[in-house]
């Protein structure tokens, strides 16, 4: 492409922005600006006004329909991955296949990295790795859903609902849990109901996470004069910050928890008496 | 649901749990699993290759230094050999310097004899023949002392007969 053929590509590009800026203001009105900016941020919070029917039997919060669609979504790639590129893999890598070994391998290497028990923790933390990092990049689909008031809306992260993150924290706490009892028995389970404020902080550092960019994404877009340039960087960076950063936390913090808990107890030598008052440590006995 | 804050509801708790079981239980068995394993498999591959090639290294040292400690025991041989060698041409040089020697001195002392000899004959023969002349000389001198004996004789008688 030539320098003068550039500058009409660029001309010709900022002309079709510039006749779709002009023509969404003087479209005025709809979307989002049918509720006050408070409402749309409150129910992003509170999930109490819209609410979307599952198959006719619940109202449910947007999310959950997300988690659903996310879950499909990864169920499907991981199954066209299993029949069509896994019996495909060679010793030496493609690009493709590069991905899928660091992604498992990253898990992986922090399971094996923080705990000797390590098969259960590496497959737990890329589930649930993947799952946030997929979820929140699900937002920026912007799939649209009818809620069960008649307006559509567009579909959040799972994460971004409070039942989505307390189920995420929560049951990351079990999974810590169990490799407590793995590691150390009945003592794993003292070890790790010491942390008892684990499942919350797990829970709302989540959802509070992916919530606030929520918020300021609902925010930008709320405006139809920030709807231009402002949401690349806010909607878009910021989403892909947090789903690698929410991820990272997630998982680190399970597997760092998961190795502190299941970690052998080593008792410290034990002392015993020797005539009278006299006390020597085994291990002294044993090194004389 | 109003008592509850944030809207917290336990079945959609639930709802969340059962739709990430099923997720971790796919994602488990289609992805994480498979590709464990195969990266497990090629590090057994590779470790089973790296540790051939280190047997493999290992036997060439092994040879090398059999093949150097056999390379050094021939030298050795070599050398061994070299010297008895050595040695059996210098006795058998000896030998044969000493049978040269031997054969000399019989060719020096047959040579000594037979010019002794020879001298000998040499001189007998030069006594024969000095004797011989001498004999004939004095032969020759008597022989003319006789004639001339005679001769006088000869004479004397004549001319005392002549008297």
């Given at each position: 492409m030539t320098k003068q053929e550039r500058k009409k590509a660029i001309l010709v590009f900022s002309l079709i922005a510039l006749v779709f800026m002009i023509g969404s203001i003087l479209a005025g009105g709809g979307g989002g600006e049918e509720e006050s900016i408070q409402t749309v941020m409150r129910d992003a919070v509170m999930h109490d006004v819209n609410k979307v029917s599952l198959f006719g039997l619940k109202d449910v919060n947007p999310a959950l329909i997300s988690g659903f669609i996310v879950s499909g979504i990864m169920i499907i790639f991981a199954l066209i991955c299993r029949i069509f590129v896994i019996p495909r893999f060679?010793?030496?890598?493609?690009k493709f296949q590069l991905v899928l070994e660091t992604v498992v391998g990253i898990f992986d290497g922090m399971a094996k990295g923080n705990s000797h028990i390590n098969g259960f923790l590496g497959a737990y933390i890329f589930a649930a790795g993947s799952y946030i990092f997929t979820g929140t990049l699900?937002?920026?689909?912007?799939v649209q859903v009818m809620t069960t008031g008649g307006h559509p809306i567009s579909l959040p992260a799972p994460m971004a609902d409070v039942n989505g993150a307390i189920m995420m924290g929560c049951l990351s706490y079990l999974v810590i849990m169990s490799g407590g009892i793995v590691g150390n028995g009945v003592k794993g389970i003292g070890k790790t109901l010491k942390d008892f404020s684990l499942p919350l902080s797990l829970s709302f550092r989540l959802f509070g996470a992916l919530i606030s960019g929520a918020l300021v994404t609902e925010l930008v877009y709320y405006y139809t004069a920030m709807s231009y340039v402002v949401p690349v960087i806010v909607g878009v960076l910021f989403t892909l910050l947090h789903a690698l950063i929410q991820a990272y936390v997630l998982t680190m913090l399970t597997s760092l928890f998961y190795g502190e808990v299941s970690e052998k107890v080593v008792k410290p030598p034990k002392e015993k008496k020797v005539r009278g008052k006299k006390r020597v440590t085994v291990a002294k006995e044993q090194s004389v | 649901m109003t008592g509850v804050p944030l809207n917290i509801d336990w079945q959609q708790i639930l709802l969340h749990l059962f739709n990430f079981t099923i997720l971790f239980g796919a994602l488990y068995i289609l992805l994480y699993k498979p590709v464990k394993n195969f990266m497990e498999g090629r590090e057994a591959h590779y470790a089973d290759m790296d540790s051939r090639a280190e047997q493999a290294l290992a036997d060439a040292e092994n040879s090398k230094a059999s093949y150097e400690k056999k390379e050094k025991d021939f030298d050795e041989e070599i050398r061994a050999e070299k010297s008895k060698l050595s040695k059996e041409i210098e006795a058998e040089r000896e030998r044969r310097l000493a049978a040269a020697r031997g054969e000399a001195e019989k060719i020096i002392s047959n040579a000594r004899g037979e010019a002794e000899r020879e001298k000998n004959e040499i001189i007998e023969s030069a006594q024969k023949e000095i004797t011989g002349m001498v004999t004939d000389a004095m032969e020759k001198l008597t022989l003319e002392q006789t004639a001339s004996d005679a001769f006088d004789q000869f004479l004397d008688a004549a001319e005392e007969a002549d008297k």
């Open positions: 060679k010793l030496v890598p493609g699900f937002e920026l689909l912007g | -």
